[in-house]
Each structure stands twice: as C-alpha cells, then as structure tokens.
C-alpha cells in the first residue's frame, strides 16, 4: 500500500508540474483602460490655526489663485463627516466627549438629528438647481450644520450676496452666529477648503477623515503617549531647521511659498522619517511606537478610501485632498496605485 501511494504521488507531480509563480501586478490593470481618469492633487497643509499671529486677509489668496487654476470638481477636507461624528456621540467611552463639534445649536434650530439631517441635505443636493435662490442656500446651509457638516455649509454662506447673510429660511440667529465665527476660525477647511469651493460655485465640501482605526486601546495611555514622543525626538535636526524655514515663510504677505515648501518632496521625506522611521526604530517593551504607526496608518487607508467613495460614480473629474501635511506622502501613495486615479503633481499645481 505504501508503494503504491509513493507511485500515485509521483504521477500527480508529473501530470501538474509546479510553475514558477508570477506575482500579479495591480500598477498595470488599468495601462489599456478605456475612459477618462481621475486625476487627484492632494494639498499637504499646515493647520492654519497653528501659525502664530494668526493668517492675514489676502496671503492666502495666491494659493487660492493656483488652486482655482486645477479646477477641481470636488474638495475633501480633513473633517470628520456627519455620519462618524453620530458615532462618536454613540460611543463616548470609546471615543472621548471632544471628537466632533457640536451640533445641538443646529438641531435645536431645525428639529434635525444627525441622520435626519444628512438624508435631508443628500436629497437635496440630488436636485440641487444650477442657481438656487438665497432662500434655499440658507435652507441647506441650516440642514449641513445640523449634519455637522460645517465645511459645506461656510461654502453655502459664501455664495449668498452679502446683504443676503441673514436668518430665515431655517437659519435663525444662533446659526447665523456660528456661521459668522466659523468665518474667523483659523481653518484651513475653511479658509482654503470651504472658500475655493464657493469661488467655483460647488455645493459642497467633503469630509474625509476617520478616526475609528487610530482609536487604539491601550490601559496605560500616559506612557503610551510618552514612548511615541520619546521616539519622535530621535533625529529630529533636521525637521527642526524645516519648522523654522516654515515659520518664516508664514510670516510672510503671501502663503504660496510656504504651500510650496510644505509640498517640497525633501521636506516630506524629513516628516515623514521622523514621524514614521523613528517610531519603528524606537526600542520599546510594549511596542507602543509601533503600535501608533498601526494606528496611523489605519487611519490614512481609510481616509483614502473615504475619498475614493466621493468620486466613485464620477470618473475622471478633478479632485483637490486639503489634508495635513503628514497625511500627503500616504495619499499619494495609496490612491496613486488606485485603477485609474492620475495623482498630480503638488509643486507643479503651485508654481
């Protein structure tokens, strides 16, 4: 018996001879594709709110200038969307009471939950006119503040005429009060994202960032906290001279050049290492650096996959990624391998 299993298994090796194997190559599914592709300039950002003194009006417009110019039929910003933030609320000991902005102001004003609000304003948009009329850009703008979608809904104020910025039509002065500080936030969902999009006339912003992967559970946070900042202090020389070159260009009349430096490949090779190398070279116990890059990158997948989702039934449009700039090296990447997405090159945009 032992013979004649030893015959039958060299038979089945003759009759399927094993192949070398030849890996599948996903960067040339699309090298034949018929149709138009998608083409995606990701704006790496410095937090506006983190320049200190504040940006002054007009040095952003330059950037704004070059930004137009890509003409972008969608722009996502680095918000957390209306549906998470309902999740959040849902979860507090896992998410902590500070995730998302607070959205009763609106609710209380149109009787909104967050669900609600959010099938109220997709309806809308789905037969959203090619010139809506004030009331109904104030309408909507009340709904996308009661979907915690305060992006979209600046964009919305924007394109109102300024004698038409008023209460009315669901937006009641509490509303209309929010609506008139978001204007002064330091914000570069805001004072580039929300902005650009009421200059080309959009109907919205997206909102693209996710925290449900980063949110990692360790008992001892404390020292979880104090392992990742020890490691990114290792080789931190030179993004020290980077954040000094930055804090020049900031103080400067016009933004563009900072733009230019924060999406200069060198500078974001530099961040990156000490953001990411350091972490993995670090030595520790628990591995806490390592788990924090798990986190991150967790984090940045799904983010990419939120802005695959908002062109999804759109292919070949123009989209503009206003993210920080840490998450820029991680969305070229990723979305760059995504069929039929053309990642466009930041520093030629902003020449």
Not at 136 to 160: K, T, V
Not at 257 to 275: I, Q
Request: glycine share 6%.
């Amino acid at each position: 018996m032992q013979q004649r299993a030893w015959w039958w298994a060299a038979l089945a090796a003759l009759a399927f001879p094993v192949a070398a194997s030849t890996p599948v190559d996903l960067g040339t599914l699309d090298r034949d594709m018929t149709g138009p592709r998608t083409q995606v300039l990701v704006l790496g950002s410095v937090h506006l709110s983190e320049i200190e003194g504040g940006v002054a009006p007009g040095t952003l417009a330059p950037l704004l200038d070059r930004l137009a110019a890509f003409k972008p039929d969608i722009i996502t910003v680095e918000n957390i969307s209306g549906e998470q933030c309902d999740l959040v609320a849902r979860h507090p000991s896992v998410y902590g009471p500070d995730t998302c902005a607070e959205s009763d102001t609106a609710r209380i004003a149109t009787g909104l939950q967050i669900p609600a609000a959010i099938e109220r304003v997709n309806a809308t948009l789905a037969s959203w006119p090619a010139s809506p009329t004030p009331g109904q850009r104030r309408q909507l703008a009340a709904w996308m503040l009661a979907a915690n979608d305060r992006p979209s809904a600046y964009a919305q104020w924007l394109q109102l005429p300024a004698d038409e910025r008023h209460a009315g039509d669901g937006l009641d002065t509490n509303l209309v009060a929010l609506l008139q500080t978001i204007a002064t936030r330091q914000n570069e969902s805001y004072q580039i994202a929300a902005q650009l999009a009421a200059r080309l006339g959009l109907s919205r912003v997206h909102a693209i960032d996710d925290h449900t992967g980063d949110n990692i559970q360790i008992k001892d946070r404390k020292a979880f906290g104090a392992s990742v900042e020890a490691a990114w202090k290792a080789g931190r020389s030179e993004l020290e001279k980077n954040i000094a070159i930055e804090d020049g260009l900031a103080k400067q009349a016009d933004l563009l050049p900072l733009y230019r430096f924060l999406n200069a490949p060198e500078r974001l090779n530099v961040l990156t290492d000490v953001n990411v190398g350091a972490s993995l070279r670090a030595t520790s116990r628990e591995h806490y650096p390592q788990i924090w890059v798990s986190g991150w990158e967790i984090r940045n997948l799904r983010m990419v996959a939120n802005i695959l989702e908002t062109f999804r039934e759109r292919p070949g449009v123009r989209v503009l990624s206003v993210v920080g700039a840490s998450h820029k090296p991680y969305f070229d990447h990723w979305l760059g391998q995504m069929q039929g997405v053309q990642i466009v090159d930041a520093e030629q945009a902003l020449r």
